[in-house]
């Protein structure tokens, strides 16, 4: 029944697939999603909601409670990296490289490593209202930059691995959720009610995008055929081209809740939702 409890963040580690979720329920797939097995150990029974692979063996998840945990053979087994503040909530990580890495959440929570793992020290990315604004993902640009989605139309940016912060507002006021580097060097911002942005500045600036929804959208990802596919509330999926234009809207027949995606082949994606792991193939499915 694991791959039916409610997931939240979904990785690659090589060819092996990667998911995370409730409980500290971690599920791993090496035939492209088609069935799922639960990792052999979980050093936690909290709610992950981010993971993250440096490579085929290392990876890292992280969630509720302050804990980051560490795989170092595919995700069979996660051992407790570190544990901050009990009542932190981590929302998301990246690494810039097998060293450097951020983990961000709730009310402005950020904890930075530089030593692959091994410390975590917390920084600030914002001043004033902007210091406690919910962190909701973060991610790296194809040019090194860092990218921090949050709320009331926050995005931060970095462009000396997280040593100094800037802040871009977005005119909206509900939350970024997720940020996606397209093939094409520009960048792709999900957001509340349906809102999409581009940049092609590397974060400095954002356009609003036509969308075909108003349903909050959570997760992204650009298959191999270039085209983009958003995932949200109420089981909405989208598609649009490979520039982030030209989206058209489907409903998931269940409309559940679905949070991140993951591409698997030309034209399937992996789902992560309240019903756990669902695939959907794309591939007659226009633009």
Same mark, same amino acid.
């Given at each position: ?14 060819? =092996? ?16 999603? =088609? ?8 050093? @936690? ?8 692979? @440096? ?11 302050? !804990? ?24 998301? $990580? ?11 959440g709730a009310y402005g929570a950020a904890l930075r490593t530089e030593d692959g793992g091994a410390t975590w020290q917390a920084v600030p990315l914002g001043t004033g209202e902007d210091a406690d604004r919910h962190l909701n ?31 871009? @507002? ?24 349906? =809102? ?24 992204? !990802?650009?298959?191999?055929?270039? =085209? ?7 089981? @909405?999926? $989208? ?22 995606? $993951? ?14 792991i669902t695939r959907l193939n794309l591939k007659n499915r226009t633009p």
């Amino acid at each position: 029944m694991a791959q039916h409890a409610p997931m939240v963040e979904l990785a690659h580690a090589a060819k =092996r697939l990667v998911a995370v979720g409730d409980y500290g329920t971690i599920l791993l797939s090496d035939d492209s999603g =088609r069935s799922w097995r639960q990792a052999r150990s979980v050093a @936690t029974d909290t709610m992950l909601t981010a993971v993250a692979f @440096t490579g085929p063996e290392i990876g890292w998840a992280a969630g509720h409670g302050g !804990v980051i945990l560490k795989t170092v053979n595919g995700g069979e087994t996660w051992t407790l990296a570190h544990r901050a503040a009990p009542d932190m909530v981590l929302m998301s $990580l990246a690494f810039e490289t097998p060293e450097r890495g951020i983990a961000v959440g709730a009310y402005g929570a950020a904890l930075r490593t530089e030593d692959g793992g091994a410390t975590w020290q917390a920084v600030p990315l914002g001043t004033g209202e902007d210091a406690d604004r919910h962190l909701n993902h973060v991610a790296v640009s194809a040019g090194g930059t860092l990218l921090v989605a949050a709320e009331v139309g926050t995005i931060f940016r970095s462009a000396d691995g997280g040593r100094s912060w800037s802040t871009v @507002t977005l005119p909206i006021k509900g939350s970024v959720w997720r940020i996606l580097g397209l093939g094409d060097g520009s960048l792709l911002a999900t957001a509340m009610g349906g =809102r999409l942005f581009r940049s092609r500045d590397d974060g400095m600036t954002w356009t609003a995008l036509q969308s075909p929804t108003t349903q909050s959208l959570s997760g992204a !990802v650009q298959l191999a055929d270039g =085209r983009v596919v958003v995932v949200g509330l109420a089981g @909405t999926v $989208l598609t649009g081209q490979g520039d982030g234009s030209g989206f058209s809207a489907l409903t998931q027949p269940d409309r559940v809740n679905i949070s991140s995606t $993951l591409a698997v082949g030309e034209s399937e994606v992996v789902l992560a939702g309240l019903n756990g792991i669902t695939r959907l193939n794309l591939k007659n499915r226009t633009p």
